[in-house]
């Protein structure tokens, strides 16, 4: 869970009345006198306090409160980032029960006043990611989008598969393993022997697969896509005719399947897919650049003209937009 730090300093900084005037490089509160605290020999003022406060993580806390106003022009309707909120919360909840731990005194020893204020800092979560994942949806060129739709999008296929698993237990030695692959590879050449006899399919699904979510209905996997399956099983089928089984055992991690090709649907139009290809594109992207959300933003802030009058806030937001 997140250390809240950021969080109070925003609601102090915020409290301070954040309307500053020019003077040199240095940000100055408007009227930065006031005493905030005291005690013998010492008094703080709302100055001290803000000087304080900015080397203590006060630029995170500023582009938080920017990316926040930023992600709420941006994203104006909450309803989804509400649900996805809920089902965190949801989540952690279950999570700390089931450890015997109180949620809400989690979420106090974490710094958050109650549910609320966490659920608004995970709505702002989800908002932001939206933001990042929206701009560079924008940046994909058509031909991008169209090399994808060519090279990985398919109509969805129907088979009839029979799955042979390797008999053994996690421990068992290389020798046990590779004595279990053999033996599954075997006993699924013998099935594909029984169909060139002339066997019926299902029956055999019924009878020897061990996929326990289609062997009762003969083996039956319909209607999936390219992405939905491990790459051995897409390939066999793809090659294959309606009304073809492969000849050969097809080796996948579960074990070795036997295919029977059914039908494939025609390939989906360009606009029926586009969404769906923008997103995996830019998830791919995400996943393959660490970095990218963080050089994204750089990006959408500066589309807002940020600018920055304190030396200090610069300096430390360099050093996080160049990690």
């Given at each position: 869970?997140k ?10 900084m915020c409290s301070?009345?954040?309307?500053t ?33 900015k080397?203590q993580?006060g630029?995170?806390?500023f ?7 930023i ?10 980032a ?8 949801e ?13 809400n ?8 006043k109650?549910?609320g ?19 560079l949806?924008d940046?994909l060129?058509?031909e ?22 390797p ?6 030695s ?25 066997a ?8 020897y697969?061990e996929?326990e979510?289609t062997?009762?209905?003969?083996g039956?996997l ?9 790459t051995?099983f ?5 090659n294959?005719?309606?009304g ?13 399947h ?6 494939q649907?025609e ?6 897919v586009?969404?769906?290809i ?13 970095t ?6 750089v ?16 300096d ?5 937009t160049?990690e």
């Amino acid at each position: 869970m997140k250390n809240k730090k950021g969080k109070l300093l925003i609601v102090t900084m915020c409290s301070l009345l954040l309307l500053t005037t020019g003077c040199g490089n240095e940000t100055k509160l408007k009227d930065g006198k006031e005493v905030v605290g005291e005690i013998d020999g010492y008094t703080i003022t709302a100055e001290d306090l803000y000087a304080e406060l900015k080397t203590q993580g006060g630029s995170q806390v500023f582009m938080n409160m920017i990316d926040n106003y930023i992600a709420d022009k941006e994203i104006e309707d909450d309803e989804e980032a509400e649900e996805y909120a809920n089902s965190q919360i949801e989540a952690y909840q279950t999570q700390y029960e089931q450890q015997g731990q109180d949620f809400n005194e989690v979420l106090t020893s974490s710094g958050y006043k109650n549910i609320g204020e966490f659920k608004e800092e995970l709505i702002h979560s989800y908002k932001k990611d939206q933001v990042v994942e929206n701009y560079l949806k924008d940046e994909l060129t058509d031909e991008e989008i169209e090399d994808y739709y060519d090279e990985n999008i398919f109509g969805d296929m129907t088979v009839r598969h029979i799955l042979i698993k390797p008999d053994t237990d996690s421990d068992a030695s290389d020798e046990d393993q590779e004595a279990a692959e053999e033996e599954a590879k075997k006993q699924a050449e013998e099935i594909i022997q029984k169909l060139d006899d002339g066997a019926d399919f299902e029956e055999l699904a019924k009878e020897y697969s061990e996929d326990e979510g289609t062997k009762e209905d003969g083996g039956l996997l319909e209607n999936f896509s390219k992405d939905s399956v491990v790459t051995e099983f897409w390939d066999a089928s793809y090659n294959l005719k309606d009304g073809e089984y492969t000849k050969e055992p097809v080796k996948s991690d579960y074990g070795y399947h036997v295919i029977l090709r059914v039908s494939q649907k025609e390939k989906p139009e360009l606009d029926e897919v586009r969404d769906t290809i923008e997103e995996t594109l830019v998830n791919n992207q995400l996943n393959e650049d660490t970095t990218l959300s963080t050089k994204t933003w750089v990006k959408i802030r500066e589309k807002y003209n940020l600018n920055i009058s304190d030396s200090e806030i610069q300096d430390g937001y360099d050093r996080l937009t160049e990690e």
